[in-house]
Structures are given as C-alpha cells and as structure tokens.
C-alpha cells in the first residue's frame, strides 16, 4: 500500500527527534541535503525507497520507513528484434504466444516427443551404452554452449538472442532424433539454452520474454529428468521480480528453491537472491542469516566432485560469491560505506574479459560510492564504467546506472559529476530498434 508523503514524513520526523538528531546532523548522515529533508518530513516532497533505506539503517527502524516509501515505477518495453525461421515442430504445432515474441520457443508437443524417445524408443543396449559417436557430439554441443556464454560477456542481447532461440529448438529436434542417454543430455543442455535466452531476455529489457523462456526451461529440464534446472529456474524467476522491485515474491521464489533434495548450488544461490529480497524489504537480520546459509552452502557445493563436463549454474566469474552479494545488498539496506568497501575488493578480482559482469558490479559498487557521498570517486567509477555498458546493452544493468544517476544529480554544481554527466546520459538513451 502506497502511503502519503506526509505519514512518511511524520514517521522520519518522530524516529529522527527520538535519536536525538537535528535535521542538519540527519540531513549529513545520510547524504542528502538539509532543505530535501525539511520537504519530506513536512509532506511537500515524496520520499523515494532510495532516501528510505539510508534512512532506516541510521534510525534503526528496521524496513518500517522502506515499507511507507513509494516504489518508484519502471517502464517495461518489449524488444523488437527478427524472428528465427520456425522449426519442424513449430510448423506441426504452432505456438499460441509466437506472435507476442520476435523469438518462439519450441512447442510442448516437442518436448514430450525429445522425452518420450530420449526414454523408450532406443533399446537397452544403446540406453547402457552411447554409441561411439555420441560423446564428440555432446562434447560439441556443451563447447558451443559455454562459447555462447562468453560472447554473452561482450555483446547486447538482442544480437544473441534470435541465434540462442533457434538453437534451443535445434537441439530439442536433435534429442528426439538420438535417444537414449545421449538424447536425454542433449535435451538437459536445451534446457540450459533455454534458460539463457531467458537471461539474456530480460538482460534485454523484455521481462515477459523472460519469463517465457525461464519456464519454457522448465518444460525441457522436467522432460529430460533434470530436476535441478526445474527448481533452478525459481531462482531465475525470484531475479526478475527482484528488478521489479518486488522483495515478497523475490523471498517467495528464491525460498521455493532451498529444499534439502536439490543440489548445494542451487540451494546456495536461492539464499542469496533470498538475501536480496529481504535486503530490497530493508530486513538486515533476515538478509545476513541467508548470507551466512549461502556460505555454508557454497562451502557443500566445493566440498562435492563436479559432475563431468556439466555447466556450471549461476555466475562464473566471481572469486567470492557471496562477498559479493553482500556488498550488493548492503547498498539496498542503506549501508553504502560497508557496501563500498566490500565491492573496492570483490570489484578489482574480477577478470578482465567479463565484461558484462564488470559493468554489473561495477554500477552497484560506484552508486555505493555516491550513496556513501563520495561524489569524486564515484564520478571517477562512472567515467570508466560507461565505457562497457554500451557494448554490453543491459536492461538490469541500467536500472542501478538509473539509480546512480539520479544520486549524483543531487549535486549539481559538483565540478566531477559535470564533467561525466553527459556520458552518463548517453548510456542510458535506449538503443534504436
């Protein structure tokens, strides 16, 4: 429920009076200026989730200021890019959302066609033993998979994302023609297809192509037998709300994942994105007991031996996973100083080929800086960071450059956020479609 700015305003002036802080010592402690202040306590500005959070973490009011502050609307866009030629089973079966979608996923008839042969049709004597063929194949269809995923480090979505469409519907049409366990691989690694194009959906600004494709992976990880990829995509659905915005379904999602069946990993990245969902609802205890399952969880998944030549689940490219989330959802629990020096070290072990992932973090760890009113360095930040974000075309990505935007605007006359404001803007214009 949205309330008005002046039981906002009512509620920071009772907790601010209570801790015994005058509006200029307030104003200071959370980097906002003395006037912005006096107009959100008197009702005649209304207060943003951006000024709630520091807000909550210097009163100690426990999320009680970020549940009254407004979300701040996001403007959703579809994009528009070529649609693939459809595939055998696409003509068969023509796909009812298709026509909403530059990229149609295959049908369900297809999947439980790629299933039911992958499972029966080929006899036991193949089923126990690959023929000789079939390893090569495999081995080139997971190479061509993990080529993808670097690309997806240094190119926009929206030129991948037509090449990732067809190429999960080709390879769900090459399990039903092989059968046998090598079918039911090839159709788990579909899955995976799958489930990046959804990435790679939303990282292009399309959350309903996004979550299309996330449960269309489902569909093919289920088909195959892969019950992990299955519970994984809740993780993937718990992101997208987590953009939104939206920390109860993000906590919802993220904790439909943490069942004692499923892998170490997987059950490892549902408490972190749990830990974001509390973070974004302003809980720290709740945030950090997630944190500390995450570590614990980690520590499992390394302590077991990998599966062979299976794709890794998650980032790839973090030294410490769940430093890195901490820092990360330290800005959103309005701590940007703690959440400043924990990003300067996880930031600067980033490998410097992982562009995407670089400008990712790098977004979060310079709006901990503006937060944290270090305009100087985080002018500095911004001026390196825009250089990757064009390249990369992140919808995700440009929401916290939105947010830092907005942070830095704050300041004006500063002579550092005049000399990068232009470039900033200009990574923010939408692409021509």
Request: glycine share 8%.
């Amino acid at each position: 429920m949205v309330e008005q700015p002046s039981v906002f305003g009512a509620e920071l002036r009772r907790l601010r009076i209570a801790a015994g802080l005058t509006v200029a010592q307030f104003a200071s402690a959370v980097h906002y200026s003395k006037s912005q202040i006096s107009k959100v306590e008197t009702g005649q500005q209304r207060a943003t989730p951006e000024l709630a959070r520091p807000c909550d973490a210097v009163l100690g009011a426990g999320g009680a200021l970020a549940a009254l502050a407004p979300a701040r609307g996001r403007r959703r866009r579809t994009v528009q890019l070529p649609a693939p030629a459809p595939t055998r089973a696409l003509r068969d079966e023509p796909n009812e959302q298709s026509g909403h979608t530059p990229w149609p996923s295959p049908t369900r008839r297809e999947l439980m066609t790629a299933g039911a042969v992958s499972a029966f049709e080929i006899g036991a004597a193949r089923l126990l033993q690959p023929a000789a063929t079939d390893q090569p194949l495999l081995d080139a269809y997971r190479r061509l998979f993990g080529q993808y995923r670097r690309i997806g480090q240094v190119s926009p979505p929206r030129a991948m994302l037509p090449t990732l469409a067809e190429q999960t519907s080709a390879l769900t049409e090459l399990a039903a023609g092989t059968g046998g366990r090598t079918g039911q691989s090839l159709l788990s690694l579909s899955a995976r297809f799958a489930e990046f194009t959804g990435w790679m959906a939303q990282e292009a600004g399309d959350e309903v192509a996004a979550m299309r494709w996330t449960s269309h992976a489902v569909d093919i990880a289920e088909s195959a037998g892969d019950r992990q990829l299955a519970s994984y995509a809740l993780v993937r659905r718990a992101l997208i709300t987590y953009y939104r915005g939206e920390s109860a379904d993000t906590v919802q999602f993220a904790e439909g994942a943490l069942s004692s069946r499923l892998a170490p990993r997987i059950r490892a990245l549902a408490a972190q994105r749990a830990a974001q969902g509390h973070a974004l609802d302003g809980d720290y205890d709740a945030c950090m007991r997630r944190l500390d399952q995450a570590r614990v969880l980690f520590g499992s998944a390394a302590a077991e031996a990998p599966e062979a030549d299976t794709p890794v689940l998650g980032p790839t490219h973090l030294g410490d996973p769940v430093a890195m989330v901490t820092g990360w959802c330290l800005v959103d629990l309005g701590r940007p100083r703690e959440a400043a020096d924990v990003l300067d070290v996880e930031c600067a072990r980033l490998p410097a080929h992982a562009l995407r992932t670089q400008a990712r973090y790098g977004a979060r760890r310079a709006l901990a800086h503006a937060l944290a009113g270090e305009i100087d360095h985080a002018c500095a930040l911004t001026s390196r960071l825009v250089r990757n974000t064009a390249c990369v075309g992140s919808e995700t990505i440009a929401t916290d450059l939105r947010r830092l935007a907005r942070v830095l605007a704050r300041h004006p006359r500063h002579p550092a956020y005049r000399a990068v404001a232009s470039s900033l803007a200009a990574s923010l214009t939408p692409p021509e479609l």
